[in-house]
DNA sequence: CTCAATTTGTTCGTATGTATG
DNA sequence: ACATACATACGAACAAATTGA
């Protein structure tokens, strides 16, 4: 094993996973870009300083996922037309996330296991009395893209009970009456999925993830709505007007 | 193998390592805090439905970083003292941006291998006649946290061109005379460290990344500043105020 | 058409790592 | 700690398809 193998064997992952984890990236990126040959087993060999049955373990995974071709004699091609990831953005201003998430339909699922209070941080505003929790998954193009777990100030459910156990909860709560929403945040942190997480998003256990908190505080200072997010990581991203 | 186990199979990731980073999670979360003493093997052998010493090679793995320490007889607690992680807050308003990464103190890095200009993308302005690039890491308490990526219109760079070798380049443009800043925006998505960057960041092959893009446009409508920044997944933070 | 060069595909033997009971 | 099974990784050799001389 070369100098370079070493770096790889710094982790503990198997190499292939590793190799194709590189490789597919470089298609990602456009380093290779569709219907172009990618680097002979030969060079792959010589560069990642590994066998040729590991390499190919590794090529063999992106064919699986139909991200190459291999033809013997001739090479391995990138497919071409791969369609282009769908990035689901997220927004950084309360109009436009209301706007965005209107329409989505999440699916409710039995949440027995919540704490019956949402914890709350420095910047949060103070609890309400009683809290009512939510578990949704949310979806696009039948593929689920996050899992939404809400608490939401109970006396604020009360006030349209069906209409929050079949909506998304924030545009629902920016337009009802009797409430003032005087602040609004949220922070985002990179995580890793979880057993819960995994299964409800279908992606592996310990993929990264997007973790977002969302705190809604009324003209009281009373923390209405607490949301913790988990959003698939490779399908999010957010744009910034810096100006 | 339990139907639990299953769940953990569909990953190609060795068990052990996914039952370290699930520990590893709920200490990082606060569900076991310092101090506290963990489930006992028995007990996690039979949540994870896995044999005895697959989960204590999890356990070993945490043992070695120093994050729990087994004591025979008495069952394994989550170590005192454990130093909070320290965020990065990625801010999102240009004054508050300049303000906080003013003082940092990039390492410049040679780089050969760069594109001679940036890739620019719709509303990213047009491109400049020539570019000087520049690779530097930014670090913070002698950690790296960033690898920075600068593509600077030459004409802009020719102005100042040792300030720009040696201090960060967004607050020396906005001070800069004969530059007037018209659009300034910034994409996030969450990647994955390949091999440059994780050596440069000393972090693992492969973990998670927060790759940020940020692109600064004059009264021209010319990209003078394109960055492609990559900061490590687990020291980044974001908080948006939504109202 | 044949031959050689190129490139993917397959097989074998061995060693080590992972996971079980 | 042990016996067992399977996955990972290596190197090397060989087979099969494609291409161009």
Redesign the interface.
Known sequence: MGPLAR??K?????LY??VA??LR?RIEVGHWKPGQKISTLEELEAEFQMARVTVRQAIEMLENEGLVQCRQGKGTFVTRGIKDKR?LNLE???SE?VKTIEDNVPRFIDSADAPRQPRLKTGDGRLAEEYVHLLSVQSRHKEPYAVVSVHLARDVYERAPDVFRSRVALPVLSTLDGVT????????????A??EA??LLNI???S???EAR?VVIDDQGVAVYVAEIIYR??S????????
Request: one cysteine or more; glycine letters at 4%.
């Open positions: 770096t790889y710094r982790s503990p992952i198997p996973l590793q984890a590189t990236r990035w950084t201003e309360w996330l929403i005087a602040r609004a945040h949220q922070t985002l942190v990179i995580g890793s979880d057993m995994a299964e592996m256990l310990n990264p993830t997007a969302c990581g490779d999010v991203k957010l744009h910034i007007d810096l100006l």
